[in-house]
C-alpha cells in the first residue's frame, strides 16, 4: 500500500525547502547511474550513508523530523534511518532502472522538493508490472513498505528533486 500525504509539510518547512534545500549553497554530486550500468547519469545530496547510517549533511535532520511526523501520523514504526539523500535527475530518455533500496524489509519515504515537468515514481509489483504512478507534486510526501520495485520517469524539461528516506 501506497500513502500520499499533500498536507505533511509546515509552512515554515515549505519556505526552507524552497530558500535553503533548493538554494545555491546545497552541493550535489554527480552519479554516473541511477542503477548499475543503466547509463543514465543524476545528481545527489547525501544525507544519511547507506552502509553506516552516519549522518553525513546538515539537512539530514530536517528531513528525519518530516519522515517521523509521516510515520507518527500513518502508524508506521521508524526507529532506526537506513539511508537518506536528495535526488536530483534531468531528462533522459525512458525512466530509471527498477529497484529495492534494501534486501530485507523497510519502509520508503519520498517527498517531491520541486515542481517539475515530468519525473513519476513508478510502484511495480514482483512481476514488474506498474501497480501505482505517483505524481510529482511540489511537498507531497509518499511511503511504501520498501519491498516494492519502484522506479521514475525523468522529467521532461528542468530538474526533478525528490528526498528519499528509508527507515525501520
Not at 14 to 30: A, M, R
Not at 42 to 57: A, G, K, N, P
Not at 69 to 92: E, M, Q, T, W
Request: proline residues 6%; glycine residues 8%.
Amino acid at each position: 500500500m501506497v500513502i500520499e500525504d499533500e498536507s505533511i509539510l509546515t509552512m515554515g518547512e515549505k519556505d526552507h525547502i524552497k530558500n535553503i534545500i533548493l538554494g545555491e549553497d546545497t552541493p550535489y554530486y554527480w552519479m554516473k547511474e541511477t542503477i548499475r550500468s543503466d547509463e543514465k547519469s543524476w545528481f545527489m545530496h547525501l544525507l544519511i550513508h547507506r552502509d553506516t547510517q552516519q549522518i553525513v549533511s546538515p539537512h539530514a535532520k530536517f528531513f528525519k523530523k518530516i519522515v517521523k511526523r509521516f510515520a507518527d501520523r500513518y502508524k508506521i514504526p521508524c526507529n532506526v534511518f537506513l539511508r537518506g539523500c536528495i535526488n536530483l535527475s534531468y531528462p533522459h530518455p525512458g525512466r530509471s532502472g527498477v529497484h529495492v533500496d534494501h534486501p530485507f524489509p523497510h519502509y520508503q519515504f519520498l517527498l517531491h522538493l520541486n515542481k517539475s515537468n515530468g519525473g513519476s515514481t513508478l510502484i511495480l509489483n514482483s512481476k514488474k508490472k506498474v501497480i501505482k504512478t505517483i505524481e510529482p507534486k511540489q511537498f507531497k510526501g509518499f511511503g511504501f513498505k520498501g519491498g516494492l520495485p519502484h522506479c521514475m520517469t525523468f522529467p521532461k524539461s528542468g530538474r526533478r528533486v525528490v528526498a528519499v528516506l528509508t527507515f525501520l
